[in-house]
């Protein structure tokens, strides 16, 4: 019996990596005509990593020649020149080229490249300037729940359920049981060896529900981007942004006097480069930090998707050199390894951001030592122990 658990365990798990590959496979294999040149498959994969105004798991074509698309609307709420206006994403018929024009409270709108155009009055059709960029419309603000935003809110209900169930069951004094028993030890995990280490024992508490809360954000989020619901959610600029932003706003919120001291008027160097030093520590508090949490959850995640997508190509771009089974069994085997790879990665990721947001945070709230020797204009002496350290 246990011999028929670990063998149906390793079966679903092995269904469960393979089946990212077979649904990208059938996007690009079931794209809007042929998708089998270079150009085209970089379009298609640049594309479908995007956001979108639908759900689509995926889509073919039936025996009549029908394009049949598989997933569900979504609704799409604008600010328009009339004011707030909503319809169901089906309306656009999962056209993106601006063809299919939808018509409400007197208004027209037209999806181009999943952007939303309101045209202008008396226009029946979209024109295109020489770049295909619309002439006779202009974008609207786009409040609608688009894939990335319906993701978001399915992971957080679900983060929402697990760590309540948690939370209930500590409220019984009981070990926690199901489930719970696989969250307990990474909540411990993040509060020992994220947050403790680098933001002190004095202050770790008040910041370790926003660590457990981005950590287990980012990495449920990651790992759904790999199941076949095709979530990319960390793979947009907006929502990395958006979380390097509340880390920002956190510890800049919570520096203390001294974080304030070092940052606008250092001690221990001379007057004349501390408004130097300012500009630049500014810069980097205010800009860098915050810059290099979404560009590195953003570009690792995004070039995941792309990497896997490309391999999956292979199937295609190969098929006249390799032969069909050749570039499908190579496609496949090297797709598959590289999923392996993205659940590390997406762990990875997780870890990385919650541990920089540890330690800027740390930074803002740290007690600094002041028990050393001041020269005559009252900059501090570092001692000996003090060079070496920083030197090591």
């Not at 001690?267 to 930090?289: D, M, N, T, Y």
Request: net charge negative; with cysteine.
């Amino acid at each position: 019996m246990k011999i028929f658990q670990q063998n149906f365990k390793c079966l679903a798990l092995t269904l469960l990596m393979t089946l990212p590959t077979l649904m990208f496979a059938n996007k690009i294999e079931g794209g809007e005509g042929e998708v089998d040149t270079k150009q085209e498959i970089e379009s298609y994969i640049l594309h479908h990593i995007q956001d979108s105004h639908d759900f689509s798991l995926f889509s073919y074509t039936n025996d009549a020649g029908e394009r049949k698309h598989v997933g569900f609307p979504l609704p799409v709420i604008l600010w328009t020149s009339e004011g707030l206006v909503t319809f169901m994403s089906s309306e656009f018929h999962h056209n993106d080229d601006g063809s299919v024009i939808v018509e409400k409270k007197g208004l027209k709108f037209a999806k181009i490249h999943s952007k939303i155009y309101e045209l202008e009055t008396g226009a029946t059709a979209v024109n295109f300037d020489d770049d295909k960029h619309a002439t006779n419309g202009h974008k609207v603000l786009d409040f609608s729940i688009t894939k990335s935003a319906f993701g978001l809110l399915v992971i957080g209900l679900l983060l929402l359920f697990w760590f309540s169930s948690l939370a209930r069951q500590y409220k019984k004094k009981q070990i926690p049981t199901g489930f719970g028993r696989v969250l307990e030890p990474l909540v411990i995990y993040v509060r020992d060896e994220i947050a403790k280490p680098n933001i002190g024992e004095r202050h770790y508490r008040r910041f370790t529900g926003y660590l457990l809360t981005v950590f287990f954000l980012i990495w449920v989020l990651n790992l759904a981007g790999l199941t076949p619901l095709g979530f990319n959610v960390t793979g947009q600029l907006a929502v990395t942004a958006c979380l390097a932003i509340f880390t920002l706003v956190i510890y800049t919120a919570s520096g203390n006097k001294d974080y304030w001291m070092h940052i606008l008027w250092m001690p221990g160097v001379p007057i004349l480069i501390r408004p130097v030093l300012a500009v630049i520590e500014l810069a980097g508090a205010l800009l860098i930090k915050p810059f290099s949490l979404l560009v590195r959850l953003f570009a690792n995640i995004s070039a995941g998707h792309i990497v896997v997508m490309s391999l999956i190509a292979i199937m295609f771009t190969l098929k006249d050199t390799l032969g069909t089974v050749g570039a499908t069994g190579l496609s496949f085997v090297l797709s598959f390894f590289i999923t392996l790879i993205e659940v590390l990665v997406a762990f990875l990721q997780a870890y990385i951001f919650t541990m920089l947001s540890a330690l800027f945070i740390g930074m803002a709230v740290a007690d600094h030592d002041h028990d050393h020797e001041h020269d005559a204009h009252g900059n501090e002496i570092p001692d000996a122990e003090d060079v070496r350290a920083d030197f090591i």
